[in-house]
């Protein structure tokens, strides 16, 4: 269940125009390091996880990034999904 502070969040986020800023910020970072995990997007742009992880689902769900393939985050050992455009991917 998704607390309320958490979608109110969301929702100002999505009035503000910070959630297609943040998707388009995700987006560039992810075709100029791909593949990449979701911790490698929030340490090179100083992004919490719950942002990246809110605005990849979305990428995904527009098919504009797909999962590469799953293997062992460099530093944190656990595996991952790593990231990359999907054909020839556009903002929407």
């Known amino acids: 269940m998704v607390k309320e502070t ?8 999505k009035s503000s125009g ?4 943040q998707r388009m910020q995700i987006f560039e970072f992810i ?3 791909q593949p990449c995990n979701r911790n ?3 340490a090179g742009l100083g992004l919490r ?5 809110g605005r990849v689902r979305e990428l995904i769900e527009t098919g ?3 999962v590469a393939f799953k293997a062992p985050d460099p530093e944190t050992k656990r595996l ?5 455009i ?3 991917g556009i903002i929407a």
């Open 80 to 84: 991952v999904e790593y990231l990359q």
């Open 49 to 53: 996880i719950n942002s990246v992880t």
């Open 6 to 13: 958490s979608y109110l969040a969301y929702c100002e986020n």
């Open 40 to 42: 490698q997007i929030c």
């Open 18 to 21: 910070r959630n297609l800023a």
């Open 31 to 33: 075709k100029a390091n």
């Open 64 to 66: 504009q990034v797909e």
């Open 86 to 88: 999907k054909d020839k």
